[in-house]
């Protein structure tokens, strides 16, 4: 049995990993921290865990996290990893970061987006950016693994095949995605009230995402040329899910079926993701609650452009979900280890 | 492997069945029947069991259904399931229904209440009221299992243990339930479109409701007298799950820790029952997904009542959940097979 | 034009007042207050107001506000208002107070139920309470107003009718209440983050609501001997409204004829209450927005019980509307001046 | 008073043309047409309008609602027009068509995106498209008033100051919108089922949306130049509701400002339509229930595109509130008649 802590259990990412940790037939958790609530025992806080998780909440003590565990799971807001990272590097643990910390190659462009100093620079380059259906191979070998933002993972897995491919202009991308409001966190924010939110869609960050660096360094590398691009995320009064909308121009003429083609190629082999049929639009719900991403493309004839829509469930394929994919890869376990489930729906 | 066929495959209940059916580790697909559909794969009709259940739909032949299955599930609005019980009980093969048609035990009540003639009544002493928390000794030997009603399942579980044990006046009880919209079925209705239901929550079937007479029949058989009791249902503005608040008389002045005391032990070996700690009132949210049931309760003094609230799926601890774990009762698997997930939360 | 300012303007309830108030023909707004917003433009905070309502916050300086109004609103929680309704009180200005404080008559009462020091009891007994259909008399001539709780309005309207008319066992009454999220304010708390309250109907205050015993004194008046009731309310995943089920038995047989002609006559003259034809239950979409309560009813012959169902919105007719009905009769306007739009539907 | 007729009364469009006009101070409404509900009074149908509109369903006679009409409104899909158009028209009554047969300009473009043929053609010449924004003027002598989609209200508000001042690239458009579900109307279909819909976000029509050739239309009247787009509009869980998120490439180099200044000239005059404040993101929300449209854009300096974002009801000023604006200009009547009310928020 892997030995697996968590810090940061208790907010939304962290409590997800929780659930799918405690499901997970190979996993045992040595430790949960939470800030807010260390004491009380986690069903306390997350009653649906009752008689599922027995554990009581601790404080984040790094040296303790790191002896008691084979691999920790970090799932605390950007700038809050540096210490355990570093501790857990130093004793040879296995580190999942769900935050944004080592995600970019470039302390700079950290900075720069994220305004906040970068304190374990030494260390990003141990990191591998951790979507499996890219960087599968290096990531049985990493020590640190950045797990990606839940924008760029629907991003990314919508124009990996075509970039691959060399089919699309590599400066003229727009996204336009839409999240549900748990992507915002359980901290308690006005704006985040279910009165404000319901019945009402909006557009945040325009032009100013932190997500853009993120998806501009993984598509540049897929491409082997700069990429660049405009993301828009929306807002959308639901609890889960991500749609992305990705509209790109293809740089040769190509026919439907031979785009379709190269992305059913693309995932042939993937368990999470699916190209749906012609004509099947996917709503977030089909995967809410799964490790899945499903996907639809069109080409659009009167403009020259390829739309393609990809779903994914933002606080799973988004984020725990795909930090359990990192460690059965860490682990050599089979990939797809307790992530099998089926979407409740409707 | 159990085959099991499914009669209604893409109702609401009948896709959660097949989802639970294929999920289950000693359970093969048999058949699924869809009145609409027939002649689609199921994954075209709902695309997030793509990858997971790859059948086609048949139009309905009672015969074979019943010669390619050792249990039939039938999910079908009430009224159309005589046919298939006949064919099924005269070759031997266990039935769980979950319509409504073998839940009262007389045709007369059935009658008076679905304002339909019963086609089957030589059968309905055959079956079993298949609420495996009052009546399970009896469904392992039951040839057709009639499949609890969404509201009864969260009132009775909320009542049993004070009836059990003679604590409630049986003639003053007052039940208002709160229902998701998926309640009401797959089919195209007006009032179920999202536009009406969605911030709105209003009363409907008041002194009328059907669940009525099943809900007083088993109540009256776990208290040994006879129960009358007012029940009001509520269409709420969320897609799962029932909430039940009920209100009941205590006979005599017991403490609230009394009553709490008989409450967790009549559920301290049950899997799926639970009582959550003091002060923690269960949301529905809490059990969306799975087959539990949580609850609480209270003593008001001033008015000397007991209340207690129950939630529950009422997709799957109302319907499917439940009708899965019938079958393993029938089939003496272990009875949390197939239902151990923990609610995607939040 | 009557002069008013706001204190506590940007609250859910502060804020539906100044939208009111601003559309109002014979108002003049004065004055609005906010701790958190004072300073800025009170569209650059709401800015749905732009080009509607252009006024900069204030920090609320009670004599300021008195000096400058003819008729106060207070939009504050309890407990803050005393300061400033003595000083109205003596500058002989009209006080509408939205918040709990003056809505019990004995002091005694409000401290064991809001477990806070009462600091202006010398002014209960100026104060009436401000539900029109009951007390419209007496406001008139009131200095102070103590607008109701949301929930009290929405019960004491299902019940006046049958309780003036001696109908109904006053002992014996269970009051079943669902409201929309945007009753708890905008405050933020996790609790009422749209991830929690989405898809979630769950129970609170379970016999302990503050509202009780302002429900039971009114209720008492009116019947004119003692009632005693159990109050049990329900978050419920919309933003607006609140519906209310209210349970009690008749005195006396009575045909749903005699009942509903007693509600219809009680009602005839009412601008604001109306009783639906029989079978229509409303929804509280059907009042949303409105200064409006919907009422039906049902006789159920089984349990001999009255169910009466109203709906109110709960910011509007629970709230800001009400306050605004109650300055129209402090004012001798038309009691609905201002309040006469319809529902936005669906 | 004018005397207005409205034919397909009970639709989503139809209620709420019927809820403005009878609160519009200079309208009698003479005649509400129901293919399924005539005979009924509407508020049966939609007891909101209980005691605000007393009126008898009829069944469609073109020459009797001509005949007792000084304006038609006709809210009935598409195709179903030409009767009661040609009938009036013949009369010399005003026509206000709420359905897309006599916006697009050329009816083979009609035909090939409708797939239905168009049967008055002969009348296309004497339609004006309504929104008055644009076509002010015009509308004033205007025989039929064609009233907008609802997209491409929404669409054309966004980019109209750009196009006027030819700013932008006009064949490098892609328009992302978002929709509430009242959008597809009040007819039962599976797809827009609360349970389907809610906490789930879809794209549709992708590449295919009959809206497309309307937005192209007009757009190229506006910039005098060919006009070539990709719209893709998504169904968005909430009841009401457009946001339009639109990304255009500028011509040649101009700062934030600049774009901003062009926009607050445009619509300085402009009741309905709003620049907000920068940083300002408009959630549908705030325009809920109004006939305003809120707009706010920025720069995207590493793209050198200018993204713009415009929310507006989609059942008011994307259908019923535009069509009494434009019955406000043809009976000459202040413009803004009946349509002041403020968004209820939240």
Same mark, same amino acid.
């Given at each position: 049995?892997?030995?697996?802590?968590?810090?940061?259990? #208790?907010?939304?990412?962290?409590?997800?990993?929780?659930?799918?940790?405690?499901?997970?037939? @190979?996993?045992?958790?040595?430790?949960?921290?939470? @800030?807010?609530?260390?004491?009380?025992?986690?069903? $306390?806080?997350?009653?649906?865990?009752?008689?599922?998780?027995?554990?009581?909440?601790?404080?984040?003590?790094?040296? @303790?996290?790191?002896?008691?565990?084979?691999?920790?799971?970090?799932?605390?807001?950007?700038?809050?990893?540096?210490?355990?990272?570093?501790?857990?590097?130093?004793?040879?643990?296995?580190?999942?970061?769900?935050?944004?910390?080592?995600?970019?190659?470039?302390?700079?462009?950290?900075?720069?987006?994220?305004?906040? $100093?970068?304190?374990?620079?030494?260390?990003?380059?141990?990191?591998?950016?951790?979507?499996?259906?890219?960087?599968?191979?290096?990531?049985?070998?990493?020590?640190?693994?950045?797990?990606?933002?839940?924008?760029?993972?629907?991003?990314?897995?919508?124009?990996?095949?075509?970039?691959?491919?060399?089919?699309?202009?590599?400066?003229?991308?727009?996204?336009?995605?839409?999240?549900?409001?748990?992507?915002?966190?359980?901290?308690?924010?006005?704006?985040?009230?279910?009165?404000?939110?319901?019945?009402?869609?909006?557009?945040?960050?325009?032009?100013?995402?932190?997500?853009?660096?993120?998806? $501009?360094?993984?598509?540049?590398?897929?491409?082997?040329?700069?990429?660049?691009?405009?993301?828009?995320?929306?807002?959308?009064?639901?609890?889960?899910?991500?749609?992305?909308?990705?509209?790109?121009?293809?740089?040769?003429?190509?026919?439907?079926? $031979?785009?379709?083609?190269?992305?059913?190629?693309?995932?042939?082999?993937?368990?999470?993701?699916?190209?749906?049929?012609?004509?099947?639009?996917?709503?977030?719900?089909?995967?809410?609650? #799964?490790?899945?991403?499903?996907?639809?493309?069109?080409?659009?004839?009167?403009?020259?452009?390829?739309?393609?829509?990809?779903?994914?469930?933002?606080?799973?394929?988004?984020?725990?979900?795909?930090?359990?994919?990192?460690?059965?890869?860490?682990?050599?376990?089979?990939?797809?280890?307790?992530?099998?489930?089926?979407?409740?729906?409707?």
């Amino acid at each position: 049995m892997i030995k697996a802590g968590v810090i940061g259990a #208790t907010g939304f990412s962290g409590i997800e990993l929780v659930r799918l940790l405690a499901e997970h037939p @190979q996993v045992e958790i040595s430790l949960l921290t939470s @800030q807010t609530y260390a004491g009380m025992n986690i069903s $306390e806080v997350y009653p649906h865990l009752s008689g599922k998780v027995d554990c009581i909440l601790s404080d984040l003590d790094p040296e @303790q996290v790191v002896a008691e565990s084979d691999v920790i799971f970090i799932a605390l807001p950007h700038g809050h990893s540096a210490g355990v990272v570093k501790e857990a590097y130093n004793q040879g643990k296995k580190i999942i970061d769900l935050g944004a910390d080592f995600r970019l190659k470039s302390a700079e462009d950290y900075e720069k987006w994220y305004k906040t $100093e970068h304190t374990a620079q030494e260390l990003l380059e141990k990191a591998v950016y951790g979507l499996p259906e890219v960087h599968r191979v290096k990531i049985k070998d990493a020590d640190i693994v950045a797990n990606p933002g839940c924008y760029p993972t629907s991003v990314i897995l919508a124009l990996m095949p075509a970039l691959k491919e060399n089919l699309i202009v590599t400066n003229d991308i727009v996204i336009d995605s839409k999240s549900g409001v748990s992507g915002a966190g359980r901290k308690a924010k006005v704006g985040m009230l279910y009165s404000i939110c319901n019945e009402s869609i909006s557009a945040y960050g325009v032009a100013s995402h932190r997500h853009t660096p993120e998806i $501009e360094q993984e598509l540049t590398n897929i491409a082997g040329e700069k990429v660049n691009l405009l993301f828009t995320p929306h807002l959308t009064p639901m609890t889960r899910g991500i749609l992305s909308t990705v509209y790109v121009k293809l740089k040769k003429t190509l026919s439907l079926e $031979e785009v379709r083609g190269i992305y059913e190629e693309a995932y042939q082999d993937e368990y999470f993701v699916k190209v749906l049929k012609p004509g099947i639009w996917p709503g977030t719900k089909l995967v809410a609650g #799964t490790n899945n991403c499903f996907i639809n493309l069109t080409l659009d004839e009167r403009t020259g452009r390829l739309v393609v829509v990809s779903v994914i469930d933002n606080l799973i394929k988004g984020a725990a979900g795909q930090a359990v994919q990192n460690m059965n890869i860490l682990f050599a376990l089979e990939e797809k280890t307790g992530l099998t489930n089926t979407a409740v729906y409707p």
